[in-house]
């Protein structure tokens, strides 16, 4: 019986808590009743937090859908996360690419060139795709992981203390809404005590009064020196907890690092095998019987002028020209001759000149240049050019 008392009571006192909080809060949206500032050092770390908490969230769910396109993947990937269950693992997309790929490249024939190329390409695919497996585990587990871990924990704890402030905030301010209306009262009971009344009873009721509301007076008073008191502590504990968001920054930008490492290692690795895969293209024979056993040539250009390294280089081998003989006149030929590029060049370095697909230039020898090259000229730009890229025009 005891219990259910203390029980009841609680809930009274409590229900009381959160109808004069609900009444502080109403008055004060009505311009109706004061409402206590807080000082600007916390306001500042206050937004600082919000801040943080809105942009973290959209880095991190925007790096997901980076990470992994397809939302419905996602949506499986968060159940069995919350199920704290593994998910299956599933194919990516380009595994899948390249083993299409490959059985293609079977059944057309390993020994035929275009099956054999779709083999070469379907391994390299699936490379790229284990390197993007690679990269989404990395990533998860170094970044997202840590900015999960701050909205999930450390963010829920400052909101949490940031409620429990905002409470004894309004605690407050009712508390000297009531001292105040304790004081007027008080102030006006001494007003009609000290005018003249007649008869003992009228005396001995305002005096009965007075002491009363003198009790009340006293009583919001101490209330409210307790409620300034939780509030006092309750802000200090949500300032500490807010200060440490710079702590938090630094952490974030480490994870950062961590992300742009493992992109770059993913990038690099992708880069790699793509060009061991052009290299590999490139060092097919000219001319190859093709499935129906009927001989094709077709131009494959070089391309890579932009190699990472000390210096690029430009593979003639892998071209395949249509008229040879342009070649040789273009070599031979005495004088400055009329060219059209066939294909896009990256120069190299300030002694080539870079062309673009289709435009015409001047060319000519140089005695002692190599047999590769020629002197091209556009306008006022002059530079080396690869012959293998030009064709005479008459």
Known sequence: MNIMDFNVKKLAADAGTFLSRAVQFTEEKLGQAEKTELDAHLENLLSKAECTKIWTEK??????????????????????????????????????????????????????????????????QKRIGTADRELIQTSALNFLTPLRNFIEGDYKTIAKERKL???????????????????????????????????????????????LLHVKWLKSEQ?????????????????????????????????????????MTYYAQCYQYMLDLQKQLGSFPSSYHSNNNQTSVAP??????????SSALT?????????PSNLTDLKECSGSRRARVLYDYDAANSAELSLLADEVITVFSVVGMDS???????????????????????
């Open 59 to 124: 880095i991190m769910k925007q790096t997901e859908v980076l990470l992994q396109p397809n939302p419905n993947a996602r949506i499986e990937e968060f159940v069995y996360e919350k199920l704290d269950r593994k998910a299956p693992s599933r194919i990516n997309n380009p595994e899948l690419l390249g083993q299409y790929m490959i059985d293609a490249g079977t059944e057309f024939g390993p020994g035929t060139a275009y099956g054999n190329a779709l083999i070469k390409c379907g391994e390299t």
């Open 165 to 211: 402030l905002q409470n004894k905030r309004l605690d407050l301010d009712a508390a000297k809404t009531r001292l105040k209306k304790a004081k007027a009262a008080e102030t006006r009971a001494s007003q009609l005590n000290s005018a003249r009344l007649e008869g003992d009873n009228v005396m001995v009721n305002f005096s009965y009064m007075l002491n």
């Open 223 to 263: 209330e409210l020196r307790i409620t300034q008191s939780e509030f006092d502590r309750q802000a200090e504990i949500t300032r500490l907890l807010l200060e440490g968001i710079s702590s938090t920054h630094a952490h974030h930008l480490r994870c950062l690092n961590d992300f742009v490492e493992a992109q």
């Open 300 to 309: 494959v250009p070089s391309a890579s002028s932009n190699v990472v390294g």
């Open 315 to 323: 593979s003639t081998s892998s071209l395949v020209i249509t008229s």
């Open 372 to 394: 590769d090259w020629l002197m091209g000229e556009r306008g006022n730009q002059k530079g080396r050019v690869p012959i293998t890229y030009l064709e005479l025009l008459n």
